[in-house]
């Protein structure tokens, strides 16, 4: 087993106006050699000065860093010749540098890691040489800009950790204001080292790689070195210690120079430049440059706020958007919704519109007044995307347009009863079906409120305002196939399901007072006939009842099998129900009783059971099955198992109990308390059409494989398949590694390095019902650190819904994963 050990030199241009020792522009993009003079031409005689803004930046990220900071800093001479060089020397720092021993906490997997900084140092940047045919052209324009240098001590394994850094220290010194961290025009590089021995031997010989100008190559050279380098030592070979380059065109790292020793640069102190000692009121401007950093502010988003991590963590990617959506919470809007409208409508129009966030239309004030609308039910969503749309076209007020295009609703309790009192006079024979228990006629009375208000009434309200009137709750049925609405045929199968055989179940009407139920067939087919298709319908269905508030409760007959797909499916997307959501099943039909020893009540108890659960119970996705209420993620269904004599042709109701514990049942894996409700992974998606939704759940279910992997599995296999356009993979493990990864047909490895290229991704799930650990990945647990992403305690069937939802909801991939990682 080997070890690895990666660091890294990270160099980034500060945002000064002039350069670091003359008074020279410092700007990207100037006429070559216009910016600059005497001093960073290196002319004898002339005297450099420090410039005050870049040592106090460079102070600033050696403070954030948590490095001890020198109070008497000096500047020496690094001797080398080099074209780009007109001095033929650097002004850099040596032995004493602006700031040591700091740390940067990183969060990687969902665990902290801390990676420590060796020291910080400011320098100046040379020029820049342009190769153009057999000529090579020089531009000083760079020369003297200043370059503030970080080392990490090697205390990083593998190349995601690596990228990780670099994409926090990014975002750090942007919020920093020092750095405008483009590591694609250079103005943040970075090199790295990388060292791999045998586990307990400590550092191997150290190969720099050069050449890496985004953090994504960043962690594929290291990952591609880390494994080229534990191929050599485990046929026995050596490591040179050399400098590499990384070629993104091959995807792998090529020999530059092997390193027999470190450079003499003769080091000395600048005779030109006293050295820099930290005044107190220096002290103070820097402390008072320091800012709340995007891990903080990240965690005090969540905490103080209560969003999900990828909220916040969208939220404080950029400083702008984060100090936006605390203005705009400032006006007293619900925090939940301002994040959900910023990651998904805002955005959208931000991008259609070519805008940023801080000098759009759209101030704080405005989405506030715009989700105060909102929240008070004035307008409905689609309106309120309208009036986003015009306000980014018209930069107006929302309030302002609505009025004047008669966008409001009337959700006034006193008018909407004005009309209920004229509908239900006018209806009399509609409103005495009703209270005889027949639900057909609430949704004709619904439609004359609205007809008599011309379309203005908020439905929802309508709607409460008639159940409270007519004393009812309204609980929907929707027959989504399987067993329990199902016949069993004379050769004992079971034909699937319909609606009349529900209505059956119901029929001796005992729910209560006021309880009506509404019913609707969403399909007949088992478990296993299920389409994307047919949920799509069924997520259409179950948004429009949440959507117009015809559903105090919402009862969902499913067949067995599958229904741990369905019921966490429901739960990523309407996790935040207001009404309770319970979907039920039973093993076999309830009719026939007299060709099976299972009791005629079983189907008849379970949606029994259901629809109070859906009356009573609490908000969020129930499944009820045998008198248990479960939580929608993480369900097993154990199936059909043989009756027991005993049990065989009991009558009583003790024997019921027994003889259902045989037929099969529900159980929860991996989670210590059931979850019912929280927040959905993706809000929008219940205001798609439902073409849309079928379009995209289909081409979804196609792009995802799940596999389980089994000793002797092929990387060719999953090549194949993703060849024949398979993007994501469930990866489902005995443990935390099943898969082999050493240089054979049969390792993994390959397909990996195939999907890094093709743009596939892997995630992993456990099929063992404890809990594991995915952080332990040192050793052994290689599947992952190839670059699949753990779904901690999910199983595969959670996993895989989850999956679906993260892939319609996602802009990209980056999103996907942080979408499933939460
Ligand atoms: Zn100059």
Redesign the pocket.
């Known amino acids: 087993m080997y070890q690895s050990f990666i660091g890294l030199e990270i160099h980034i241009q500060l945002l000064t106006e002039t350069?670091v020792f003359?008074?020279?522009r410092a700007a990207f993009g100037d006429e070559p050699n216009t910016?600059?003079?005497p001093?960073?031409?290196g002319y004898p005689g002339v005297l450099p000065t420090l410039n005050e803004a870049a040592i106090r930046m460079a102070y600033v990220v050696a403070r954030t860093l948590n490095c001890t900071l020198t109070e008497q800093t000096l500047f020496e001479r690094k001797n080398y010749y080099y074209p780009d060089l007109p001095k033929n020397y650097q002004i850099s720092q040596y032995g004493a540098p602006l700031g040591r021993d700091g740390y940067l906490d990183l969060e990687f997997r969902g665990k902290r890691k801390r990676v420590r900084i060796h020291e910080v140092h400011l320098e100046e940047d040379a020029g820049k040489m342009i190769h153009a045919g057999d000529m090579s052209l020089l531009d000083y324009n760079r020369a003297?800009t200043p370059l503030l240098e970080i080392v990490t001590e090697p205390d990083m394994e593998i190349g995601d950790e690596a990228e990780l850094l670099l994409q926090q220290f990014r975002r750090m010194v942007r919020y920093l204001g020092v750095c405008d961290g483009n590591m694609e025009e250079g103005s943040m590089r970075c090199d790295a080292n990388v060292s791999v021995n045998r586990s307990g031997e400590g550092l191997g010989s150290k190969v720099e790689i050069k050449n890496l100008n985004s953090s994504r190559f960043v962690r594929k050279a290291l990952n591609h070195e880390i494994a080229r380098q534990e191929d050599i030592l485990s046929q026995g070979g050596t490591i040179p210690q050399e400098t590499r380059l990384w070629n993104e065109n091959r995807d792998l790292t090529e020999a530059m120079r092997t390193k027999e020793s470190a450079h003499d640069y003769r080091y000395f102190p600048e005779p030109d430049l006293p050295p820099f000692t930290t005044t107190p009121e220096f002290q103070q401007a820097v402390e008072s440059s320091l800012v709340e950093l995007p891990l903080a502010r990240r965690d005090r988003f969540i905490r103080e706020y209560e969003l999900a991590t990828h909220q916040a963590e969208f939220l404080t990617e950029e400083r702008a958007l984060a100090d936006y959506f605390e203005q705009t919470v400032e006006h007293g809007v619900d925090p939940q919704a301002a994040a959900t409208w910023l990651a998904a409508d805002v955005r959208k129009m931000l991008n259609r519109h070519r805008a940023e966030i801080h000098n759009s239309p759209l101030t704080p004030p405005r989405l506030a007044e715009l989700l105060r609308l909102l929240a008070e039910s004035r307008i409905h969503g689609k309106i309120a995307k309208q009036t986003l749309a015009a306000v980014f076209e018209s930069d107006r007020d929302p309030l302002e347009i609505i009025r004047e295009n008669g966008w409001e609703q009337i959700t006034d309790a006193a008018t909407l009863a004005g009309y209920i009192e004229q509908v239900l006079a006018a209806h009399p024979k509609a409103v005495q079906q009703v209270r005889e228990g027949d639900s057909k006629p609430i949704g004709f009375l619904v439609g004359q409120v609205m007809k008599a208000s011309s379309g203005r009434a908020e439905p929802r309200a309508v709607q409460e305002l008639i159940n409270a009137k007519l004393e009812l709750k309204l609980i929907q049925v929707l027959s989504f196939g399987g067993a329990i609405s199902g016949v069993r045929r004379e050769d004992g199968l079971v034909e699937p399901g319909e609606l009349i055989r529900l209505r059956d179940l119901f029929a001796d009407g005992r729910f209560g007072d006021g309880v009506r139920i509404d019913e609707l067939e969403l399909g007949r087919f088992l478990s296993e006939e299920i389409t994307p298709q047919d949920w799509a319908l069924l997520l259409s269905e179950v948004a429009v009842r949440l959507e117009n508030g015809r559903a105090d409760g919402i009862v969902i007959a499913h067949g067995t099998d599958t229904l741990a797909y369905t019921a966490s499916l429901l739960y990523w997307v309407f996790a935040d129900t207001k009404v309770p959501i319970v979907l039920t099943a039973s093993v076999l039909p309830h009719d026939k009783p007299g060709e099976t020893p299972h009791p005629h009540s079983d189907a008849a108890r379970n949606l029994g059971e259901a629809v109070r659960v859906a009356t009573e119970g609490e908000p969020g996705v129930h499944v009820v099955y045998g008198d248990e209420d479960f939580s929608p993620l993480n369900l097993k269904f154990e199936g059909l198992r043989p009756f027991t004599a005993d049990v065989e042709g009991a009558e009583s109701a003790e024997g019921a109990e027994s003889a259902e514990g045989a037929l099969g049942r529900f159980r929860t894996w991996n989670m210590e308390r059931p979850v019912y409700r929280g927040r959905p992974l993706a809000p929008a998606l219940a205001e798609l059409s439902r073409e849309e939704l079928t379009k995209r759940l289909e081409s979804a279910v196609r792009s995802v494989f799940v596999a389980k992997v089994f000793p002797g599995m092929q990387g060719d296999t999953l090549i194949a398949l993703m060849n024949a356009g398979v993007r994501y993979f469930i990866l489902e493990l005995y443990d935390t590694g099943t898969a082999n990864l050493r240089e054979s047909p049969y390792s993994l490895r390959k397909a990996f390095q195939h999907g890094e290229q093709t743009g596939a991704l892997f995630f992993c799930t456990s099929q063992q019902e404890i809990a594991v650990d995915f952080s332990e990945y040192v050793t052994g647990h290689e599947l992952w650190r190839e670059g699949a992403v753990p779904m901690g305690s999910l199983t595969t069937e959670s996993a895989y819904t989850r999956l679906l939802v993260a892939i319609l909801t996602a802009e990209d991939d980056d999103e996907l994963v942080k979408l499933m990682e939460d």
């Open positions: 350069k003359c008074g020279c910016n600059v003079c001093v960073c031409l003297g």
